[in-house]
Nanobody, 124 residues
C-alpha cells in the first residue's frame, strides 16, 4: 500500500513559478515510477509528467514541455514538479500517482495509487 500527499499548490499570477511536492509512504517508492496528472473543470484528466525509479527517464505532456520539470529524491520518498512560466491554462487540480513498475507510462490507467490533489490557480 502506498499513500501519497501532495503540497505546494496555490494562487499565482501568470509568469510565476510553483513547486509541487508529493511525499509517499511505503517501502516500494524507490522502485516505482511516479507521475503527475492534472484535472481542470470540464476537461479530461491530462498527463503532465512522469519519472522512472532511477530518474534516468522522464517525459512531459506537450503543453508543459520546456516549462515544467519533474524530479525525485528517493531518500526522502518525494517527487517534485517545478512549474515555471505558469499560464492561466495551467489552472487545475494536480495529482501525483505511483505506478506499477519502475519505468512508467503516460496513461493514468497504469498508476495504482493517487494522492488527494493540490489546487493550482493561475490568474492572468
Amino acid at each position: 500500500q502506498v499513500q501519497l500527499v501532495e503540497s505546494g499548490g496555490g494562487l499565482v499570477q501568470a509568469g510565476d513559478s510553483l513547486r509541487l511536492s508529493c511525499v509517499a509512504s511505503g517501502r516500494t517508492f524507490s522502485t516505482q515510477a511516479m507521475g503527475w496528472f492534472r484535472h481542470a473543470p470540464g476537461m479530461e484528466r491530462e498527463f503532465v509528467a512522469r519519472i522512472s525509479w532511477s530518474s534516468t527517464s522522464t517525459n512531459y505532456g506537450d503543453s508543459v514541455k520546456g516549462r515544467f520539470t519533474i524530479s525525485r529524491n528517493n531518500a526522502k520518498n518525494t517527487v517534485y514538479l517545478q512549474m515555471n512560466s505558469l499560464e492561466p491554462e495551467d489552472t487545475a487540480v494536480y495529482y501525483c500517482a505511483a505506478g506499477r513498475g519502475p519505468l512508467g507510462t503516460d496513461y493514468p490507467q497504469w498508476y495504482d495509487y493517487w494522492g488527494q490533489g493540490t489546487q493550482v490557480t493561475v490568474s492572468s
